[in-house]
């Protein structure tokens, strides 16, 4: 005897309509109806639930019933796949929230950290704000030192320093104008310009590692007395300390 078939006599011999049964077991009457011509199966918790109420072992349900009971299999392997993938898919979402925290609590530390020291670099060494919005010293009457205004970067940039880690410095006399940008300590790049012609006068873009550490050459090459590069590489390095280390 089929399933289709034992449901039905179940219905029967427990004089119920296929309304009374569908009441009992919490399903629609074109259900039951569904289940008597073959349509469909029950699942295994209304399996249940018709052995509990009519105390008829499952084993008696679904005997002969090779198909259900195939059916019955994938469908609790197949439940039994999809809480596993629940349970892959929350421990990721926990590793990612925790990763989130982590790196939150350790964002908002290093913008405190690294936003405070800027602004305290810029009081101790009298930086002012220029009309440009830079932030800007002056060394002395031809030497100019100058900084971005710094701001760490937005919290979904996962960047934890300054994107623009910079600094200036401006050199002026009579003939020339000089520009040397520091982008780490001892890492800088420079060149000189004619005032006349504003053409190029001397550049460091052909000097290898070495040469940036021979005062002697970037003082011919600036145009630049020796003792004078000397002190401003030295000073443009300390601030670039200060500021970004």
């Not at 052995?51 to 259900?68: A, C, G, P, Q, R």
């Not at 305290?120 to 009457?141: A, P, V």
Request: aromatic share 14%; hydrophobic share 35%; net charge negative.
């Amino acid at each position: 005897m089929n399933l289709d078939e034992k449901i039905k006599k179940i219905r029967k011999d427990n004089k119920m309509s296929q309304d009374d049964l569908a009441e009992i077991l919490n399903v629609t009457r074109q259900t039951i109806s569904n289940w008597e011509n073959r349509k469909n199966y029950p699942d295994i918790e209304t399996l249940i639930k018709i052995s509990d109420k009519f105390n008829i072992s499952l084993d008696i349900l679904l005997k002969e019933n090779m198909v259900m009971v195939k059916e019955i299999d994938k469908n609790v392997k197949n439940t039994k796949r999809y809480k596993m993938i629940l349970v892959i898919i929350a421990f990721i979402l926990l590793l990612i929230a925790s990763a989130f925290g982590i790196y939150g609590i350790k964002y908002f530390n290093t913008k405190d950290k690294l936003e405070n020291s800027f602004k305290e670099t810029l009081e101790e060494y009298h930086f002012y704000k220029n009309r440009d919005g830079y932030y800007s010293m002056k060394y002395d009457q031809y030497i100019t030192f100058g900084v971005p205004n710094q701001q760490m970067p937005s919290f979904f940039d996962f960047s934890l320093h300054f994107h623009n880690t910079n600094l200036y410095c401006d050199i002026e006399d009579e003939n020339n104008y000089t520009e040397i940008t520091w982008s780490g300590e001892n890492k800088f790049s420079a060149a000189t310009y004619s005032k006349n012609n504003k053409e190029t006068i001397g550049s460091t873009s052909s000097f290898k590692n070495e040469d940036f550490s021979n005062m002697k050459k970037l003082s011919e090459e600036l145009q630049i007395e020796e003792s004078k590069i000397k002190e401003i590489i030295e000073k443009g390095n300390m601030l670039y300390k200060e500021f970004y280390n």
